[in-house]
């Protein structure tokens, strides 16, 4: 019995009805039943999605495999016919690759963990009785309506060694101007940096409704038996965001390895200046600048191997809690 | 509305935090200078001349002599172009994966049999893997269609051109990778809609078909207008499969976000007030919606992200 779906139509019925007769009424019920199911009833309407969907993201990751095994280059076509793994080789020996894959990966934990702990603090301090909420909820996710090709445009400007607004502020503390877009050492901290006031709108938002969603008296009983503020938030109060921030770690996580965007539009080239190129834009320059399509298919697999890393457990949590 | 009453009381009562109202004030004000100062560094460059630009302090107001508006109009004659293809492509990229996102929905929701965690489970997927792993085929399958070709008729109006044809890929693409998404979306408010509503129509022996048209679509209306705003937005913004297809600013075919990333840059540095002023035009579109519907902006977000 399939539970509440659409199949309990009057045909059915009589059919059940009639059902003691002999193999042939059977098997035509059994067609009857097939044809009627509602697979079958479902299928036009997701379908024709699907296929279009399927054959973009799915014949894409495909035919990128398979690229990534030629040794396909410049502009003719490639040669499906000798197929090896030596780009994979080639690509994780190659210590572009490693220092890419080491950006990535401080981009991603640091931007991630960064960006939770941010949002939660505005989360909190928001969940209150304050003037204006509305409106200083709406200034806190502003950013998060602007595209990165957009607010890599300020940071840039921000980031300016002579006249940018960062660079005054710390001259003015005296700390002295920084190179922030020349010097290796810090060109990652900045973008990250940028990346965080983008996104901690975003992750305060995802907070902000599961902290209502908590019942109020769970506040009003943890004060009463006389636990401290913080404590209450710590021991009764996060505990129970977790959901919350595992999808907003995924999300955010998707997001910074998808930094691409920031860094071309910010740059304005395929390569990134030293110390902040990420696996994304390595990936893309190996491509489309020099033409090095399997190398660059190879390069691609590896960042979709990362980004599976971090889906694959999150369906599989969102799957057990039955919230597919 | 039952959850503030109380706060202000309960807030009192909280051990610790007695004194810290303006604290709390203190902090909220810090963080919204934090969110609003590139962006007002950005709008008050975006009116300085380039004089302005070097001499004044980056966030100050353009007084007197270093007041232009000439920025906006170097910035919108450069962009102008760029703002028509971006809304060519955007608005019917849009209405495609309203389209097919609702209906897989609807076909992955309402009606039950058992494979759909499964199919579920690949449009989720589309979602989320970084487009980079597709990029190569990408290019490659474009190449191989001829697009140019078979719009060649429409080039005897004086404003289509070959290049144009690029769009078409632009729209089919971003329309492709937007389904995923919007699918969830849609997923999501559909499991909420009232069950009984459902079953009720059901017993009436009324059609899956007629089911969607008569029920479902009627009631989606709230969450249409969430997930145009998401995926408007979205593909308005999308940079990557432009930078594939279309690839120079130069192109007849450019979107607005292409031309932008090197707006005003030259040998001797880059002209900030226009590159400001064309960030602003090129938001300009996303932010009214974003002032306008903040709210289902919002809401995209929390289920979209």
Redesign the interface.
Known sequence: M?????S???SDDDDAVRTDGGVRTNRVSRLRSISE???V??????????V??????????G??LL?SLTDYTGFGS?DYGDLDFEMYVQALSSPDVIAASRNTFVLLVVFTAVCLVLGLA?AI??D???RFKEQ???????????????????????Y?Y????IN?ILDAVGIGRIQFIGDPRFVLGAVIFALI?QFS??TM??YL?GL?SIP?DQ??AA?TD?A???K?YWRVIIPQLKSASV??A??LM??A??A??FL??MF?TYRPPNGSDI??TL??RQ??KFQE?SY??A???L??L??LV??GPY?YYQ?QRGS? | MSRGTTDRTLFDRLPGFDLSRALLYLLILFFVAFFLVPLETGLMTAFKTTQGVTNTLPFFPPLGEAFTFQKWVDAFDMLGRGLVNSMVLTVPATLLCLLFGSTAAYGLTLINWRGQIFVLVLFLIGIFIPYQAVLVPLSRFWSMVPLEEWLSPLYVLSFVQPEHAQLVELIITDAAYGIPICTLLFRGYYLSLPGDLIEAAKLDGASVTSIYRRIVLPLSTPMIGVVFIYQFTQIWNEFLFTLTIVGSADSPAAPVTLILSGLGSSLSGVDFGMRMAGAFIAALPTLVIYVLFAEQFAEGLETGG
Request: glycine share 8%; net charge positive; charged share 5%.
């Open positions: 399939r539970i509440p779906g659409l309990g139509s009057r199911s509602d697979f009833r479902s299928m036009p309407y997701w379908f024709v999605p699907f279009i969907m399927g054959f973009f993201v799915y014949g894409g990751i035919w990128n690229v490639a505005l301090v928001l209150r009785q304050i200083i909820q709406t200034i806190y996710l502003l950013p998060m309506a602007l595209s990165f090709v957009v607010t890599a445009q300020f940071w840039l400007w921000m300016n002579n006249s940018g607004v005054i006031w709108g975003y938002i995802v409704s209502q109020q506040f009003e004060a006389g401290s503020t913080v209450i999808s907003a995924v999300v998707i997001f390895l998808k691409f965007t071309y539009s304005g696996l994304a990936m893309v491509a489309f399509w660059a298919a390069v691609a697999t960042l979709l990362m980004a971090v889906i369906l799957y597919l």
